[in-house]
């Protein structure tokens, strides 16, 4: 080693060019690096959704889930299915074992369904297999609003057709949903009874409809060179002549007319679903991202595009971004970022203070870029992103990564007198910079095998954290050492610990009961801190939005909603501290992506609800504000948005959700229900309300004396009620659709559909009385399977609750418990792991067995302290603490390792035990000092987030809290422990 540092010595220009040339890299490689939220990942889910448009939940349940269920059981590699079977759609959730291939699952998914439709009743879509990606959620989401005399039908047009050609140019743009805003159609409202006195059924009505308005190809003649295409058309060029077509001559002659029997009218139809800004209606637009690109490139692509498209659009559109979602990328990454730079400014103020000079402090501080702009380089090599992860490793080692500089700078302003003395001083202090940085990166390899999702997840940290630390090793004896040769010359004064800290040192090896006992009360009393202080998987995090999700009683109509909802998006906005409000509802039952999330429905709408700045609102105050607003018939919650950490861990907080199985729905539902009732506390089912239908029965006797099926009288029902488009009409290059269906009097009610014309005959008109029997009836509008048992779901509010009703029954079950006990287990391993490899790396450096255990007996006091602190600043334990703790670990290791080779020196030199020990201490205490205080000068900005908008707090108090016991634990209990080992070793 001391022959490589002398040829960077005896090379300064080489050596300086290689080092910048490798920083240079790093520049390049940051600004040519994919930004994403989370790293790359398959998630081992597959989704499978089936639309069987009109059919209710249970009969969806018997014709389309279970048998598609029952085919796909034998799905290899299979952990799980569950299964959500809806009004008109069933959607089925496939779990594979972790490690499966997705192409290959993928594939064997699509085989089974493609086998399984055959046996699929007739009327039901093609199932449609889906791949779970979870940075499939919408990047940015557009309103378009309608401008001068456009109206809100063209804008929606525009904005499905135009619009939408015009997006899915812009680099990065994947597939793109339009919802909201209105449709406008061309409605034949048949009056019933007039229909019936011609004798005409419904059906005619629409066959003269489509087969006149339409256009047919008749062939082709030639007449000489030229060919003619022969065309049929029977288009209206007005739509109220749409009136004026001919349904039947009658024997007196008289012609009967479509006026005759129905209006025709241009309307808006009814809407599906809706968006509402500020009051104002619109048509909402969802853009996902591309495959292979970022969410952050894809917003940075269309930025740049929407003044043109807004110009291009600005007689007829108003375009607007609603939310760009990946906002929350940049705001996570300015903050690392923001963090990272305070912190680097705080850490060199930090070395200024104890090394006197600047320019020391600037050769110690240099370690810090060019680690992590190397770091940065290898990442891009190894194809990993910046993301939230990868960003976090490499902030959260910014205080180590001056470590060995500092260590080396240290001993080379001590020893370095003259040139020639560099590289001696440098060598000498090789082996303990080298074992302090394997114990360092041994802290935190084994993230690198944590099992499942969380392994995935916490890689690219564990990657970021060993590459830089890596690097801070090689910089520390090539570049420290050549920049301290041309700065040398500035040098600062010598360290001379205080009289406090020699006396300090002194008692501590004389009697180190004194503070051997404070150590372990402390330790104790932590210890005892942590049962109450709660533990959650991410710390909650105030935004500047806040969402809420109405869930409106089963069977209410978008309509309703749409008006209810508008009203309460106009009261909000006029609150004050509140700079915006949208909101959405219904659906497209045709939209994969709609019916591929089980948590939506028809039946409920979203808020978003952006705060001004030092806005006073919270979740709880706004969902109070809603509630009363909306009445107890409306379920309201409100919430900071989860980060997409948590949805992909399928992190929830706050309560415990139980499963009861049972052989049918009905049994399950009503087990969930007898144990609502048994307990005090407020327990939510899930499905707990049932939905109004109306239930045909019919008289087999009556259909078959009239040759008739009761499929052909649900074609009947569905054309009267929902009506049938036949037709269109063309105005203006647009398509307006054309509806045959009875007038709203005539589908009012049920007795409106008893009067229902059904066939006509020689003694009058048939009625769907006359055939069948209604009956009104409430059922469920969605119905839960899991692992092909039908289910119902109990959200318990207490860990305690959810034991008492689990206990003793083997129906009940916790879905979750398995996945939270995975993740619990790994972080157990973790930590086991961490100090297993600590133990023999410790054990080979120093060729004992019994030496690593001195090092590992003070680190509880170090986790003591970031306990301590966590929990006088309020937060809870949470993923970030435990990461701070991981830091903490290796820090404290480094610190014992720092101490143990300066009292070896000393031994070697002749010193005794103690003499040697307390040296030691005192030779080692200004970089022991330096490397904390820059450790958490770093962290600092990150620790006093008083405004709770940084995710990374918890991790910040967690550091400083360990840090802060860990250097006295280091300093005064270490050296009476090395003493005693030092006494019962011989002298060298």
Known sequence: MKTLIQFILSRPIAAAIAFLAIAAGGILAILRMPLDFLPKMEVPQITVVTSFGGLPAADVRELVTIPLEDALSSLSGLKNIRSYSRDSSSLIQISLEWGASMDTAALQVREIIDTAYLSLPSQADKPLVLPVDPGEAPVILLGVFPQGSTNPALAREMAERELRAALQQIAGTGSIQVSGGRREIIEVSTDQSRLSRTGLPLSALTEAIGGMNAEYPSGSIEDGDIRYIIKADGRRRQWEDIAELTLQTQADGQVVRVRDTAQVKREFDKRQSFLVTDGEEGTAVAIRRGRGYSPVSLSRNLRARLPALRASFERDLRIEILHDYSEEITLSIRRLLFSGLTGAAAAFLVLWLFLHRAAYAFIALTAIPLSIL?????????????????????????????????????????????????????????????????????????????????????????????ISLGFSLLVSIGWVPLLYSRLRRWGGRKFQPSALARGLAKTSLRRPVLFIIPALFITACAAMLVPGMGFRWLQPIRQSRIEAILRHPPGTSVEHIFSAVSELVVQIRRQPGIASVSASGGGNLRDPYFIADPNRDMERSDLLIFLEKDAAWTPAALREFIQGKMGEAVSTEAFYPPDLLSRVLNITEGYTRLMVSDNTAAAAIASARAYQLLAAEEITITPSNKKPQIRLRPDRQALSRHGLSLAFIAENIGTAVNGQLVSSYEEAGRRLPIRVRLRPEDRANRRALENLNIMSTEDGPLTLGDLTLLSPEEDYAVLYREGRRDAAYLEVPTPQVADWIQRGNGRITDPQAALRAEQ???????????????????GMQFNSFLLPLLFLLVQPVSI??????????????????????????????????????????????????????????????????????????????????????????????SVTGGLLLSIPAALLLLPALFAAWFRRQPAP
């Open 824 to 842: 619990r287990s790994a972080f157990l391993w973790l930590f086991g792991l961490a100090a297993g490899l600590l133990y023999v790396l410790l």
């Open 374 to 466: 190397a770091a940065i380089l290898t990442l891009r090599i190894m194809g990993i992103s910046l993301n939230i992860m990868s960003l976090g490793g490499l902030t959260l080692g910014v205080g180590m990564l001056v470590d060995n500089a500092i260590v080396v700078l240290e001993n080379l302003a001590k020893k370095a007198r003259t040139d020639s003395d560099i590289a001696p001083a440098a060598a000498e202090i090789v082996q303990s910079t080298l074992g302090s940085t394997l114990t360092s990166i041994a802290v935190f390899v084994p993230l690198l095998f944590l099992p499942g999702l969380t392994g995935e997840l916490f890689s690219d940290l564990a990657w970021a954290i060993v």
């Open 864 to 957: 003591a302290g970031s306990i301590l602190l966590l929990r006088i600043c309020g937060q809870e334990i949470n993923l970030n603490s435990l990461l701070g703790m991981l830091v903490v670990l290796g820090l404290s290791i480094n610190n014992a390792i720092l101490l143990f080779e300066a009292g070896r020196r000393g031994r070697i030199i002749g010193l005794g035990a103690a003499s040697a020990a307390f040296s030691g201490a005192l030779s080692r205490m200004r970089p022991i000092l330096i490397t904390a205080g820059t450790t958490i000068a770093a962290l600092l900005p990150i620790a006093l987030d008083f405004s709770g908008r940084n995710p990374q707090n918890a991790l910040g108090l």
